[in-house]
């Protein structure tokens, strides 16, 4: 009985990092469509697609949000972009997964903090990669407004994200009326 549990768990989660997936890639995908170009600086966007991998990194853990990350990077490079989106989207996602990962981990921010720091650091990841594969130091004249952006947006997928998880949070009480409170007091894994 109790293996057939862990079995259904299993599948529940694999299920929802399938559907997590998808979601984060289609919107990533709509989001390639949408030209914003902030100050004459390319490649500034909202990052919506980060949405999936902040949700990950609260219901599943860091080891999700990094494979959901991992995986729209890699489809969405080898449909609609080229080597460098990819290297540059995998940097920025990889350093931002892991101060997301640190600043959860404290216990001193809430989604809106984390994701913020992730928004940011993503930028300053991509602007690193930037630097080093065009040889140019000038490129950090941007990092200003690329820190701004980050910010900004992270913010705005922290708050995203926040009410989805709510909502998530409601939908997936137990049938006895209990809660699992878990995403929102540091637990990284949570019991589906």
Do not use: W
Not at 119 to 124: E, P, S
């Amino acid at each position: 009985m109790m293996q057939l549990r862990a079995d259904r768990r299993a599948s529940v989660r694999v299920a929802y990092i399938a559907v997590f997936t998808a979601l984060s890639a289609v919107i990533g995908y709509v989001e390639l469509l949408i030209p914003i170009n902030i100050f004459g600086i390319p490649g500034v966007k909202l990052g919506l697609a980060n949405i999936a991998s902040v949700i990950a990194m609260y219901l599943f853990g860091p080891a999700y949000a990094f494979l959901i990350m991992t995986t729209r990077v890699i489809l969405l490079g080898l449909m609609f972009g080229n080597m460098y989106s990819v290297l540059f989207s995998f940097a920025g996602g990889s350093l931002s997964i892991i101060a997301m990962m640190i600043f959860k981990k404290s216990g001193a921010f809430s989604v809106y903090g984390v994701s913020t720091v992730g928004g940011t650091v993503h930028n300053l990841g991509q602007l690193l990669v930037a630097s080093v594969t065009l040889n140019g130091i000038k490129l950090y004249y941007y990092a200003p407004v690329l820190i701004i952006a980050g910010e900004v947006c992270g913010f705005v997928i922290g708050a995203l994200s926040a009410v989805i998880l709510n909502r998530l949070f409601f939908e997936l009480i137990d049938k006895e009326g209990k809660g699992n409170d878990r995403v929102f007091k540091g637990d990284t894994k949570r019991d589906l």
